[in-house]
């Protein structure tokens, strides 16, 4: 039941029809796993839960001394709890849940970082489809700038029609450059949080990035799993804390 929560965010992912959206958040997944501090916390969490698991095994350990005055005495000695009252049974309970909870913070860490990058993508994305329409305006006017060029050697307009498209393409292109801009300092962003930077030519477009993704991500309630976990810890601590204040039986043997 434990290996459940550490079930990779990828194969969560795998319904994204984009191969390339799909494999810029692997690379973000990736930059965060060799990142993150809490890949090793998971770690450290199951080998605390290997150490108590064995200091519940009997103990034992070498003897030497002199059985008379002169005579050496030389075996191995053992000692094991046979009843505490379920004391050692909630310390590796306890064990569990925290390798449990630590991998589930780092799930909900994965999740977020899809999340962020989604985000930007998306943004990313809108940006590029922004200035897609205003390069389409300024070929507009542009073109009606000719025609108005045009009918003002014809004698038919006034120089002000000429200079109101000439200010108008102005702006847009100041627009233009401020969007190129914008769209290459978010690129950057994001790949300093990837394994592998990307290109604008890497980012899909927002058909490709469905809606239905970010909703997907709240799906599961891994905050109401980590509460649970909490929940479970704490009443397993009160179980060991009732369990010790009773008499703990114990065995003791050796051979020599």
């Given amino acids: 039941g434990n290996t459940t929560p550490m079930q990779s965010n990828i194969a969560q992912i795998s319904s994204i029809g984009s191969s390339i959206l799909t494999d810029i958040i692997n690379s973000a997944l990736e930059y965060n796993r060799n990142t993150s501090s809490l890949p090793s916390i998971v770690e450290q969490r199951r080998s605390e839960a290997e150490v108590i698991r064995r200091d519940n095994w009997p103990t034992i350990q070498p003897i030497a001394r002199y059985s008379s005055q002169t005579n050496p005495y030389i075996g191995l000695g053992?000692?094991?709890?046979?009843?505490?009252?379920?004391?050692?049974?909630?310390?590796?309970?306890q064990g569990e849940l925290n390798v449990t909870g630590s991998k589930i913070d780092f799930l909900v860490e994965e999740r977020m970082v899809i999340a962020t990058t989604l985000e930007t993508l998306s943004?990313?994305?809108?940006?590029?489809?922004?200035?897609?329409?205003?390069?389409?305006?300024?070929?507009?006017?542009?073109r009606l700038s000719r025609f108005a060029n045009i009918r003002l050697q014809a004698?038919?307009?006034?120089?002000?029609?000429?200079?109101?498209?000439?200010?108008?393409?102005?702006?847009?292109?100041?627009e233009l450059d401020s969007l190129d801009v914008e769209i290459n300092l978010n690129i950057n962003l994001l790949s300093a949080k990837l394994l592998h930077p990307i290109t604008e030519q890497q980012v899909p477009s927002l058909t490709e990035m469905h809606s239905a993704i970010l909703s997907d991500l709240d799906s599961v309630p891994l905050q109401l799993q980590q509460a649970k976990i909490n929940k479970d810890l704490a009443y397993s601590q009160w179980a060991q804390a009732k369990s010790d204040s009773y008499p703990h039986l114990a065995i003791e043997s050796e051979v020599g």
């Fill in 123 to 142: 943004k990313i994305a809108a940006l590029i489809e922004n200035r897609s329409l205003l390069k389409k305006s300024i070929d507009d006017i542009q």
């Fill in 78 to 93: 053992a000692d094991y709890t046979i009843l505490d009252f379920g004391s050692s049974s909630q310390k590796e309970k």
């Fill in 155 to 174: 004698g038919v307009s006034s120089l002000s029609e000429s200079n109101t498209l000439s200010l108008r393409l102005a702006e847009l292109q100041s």
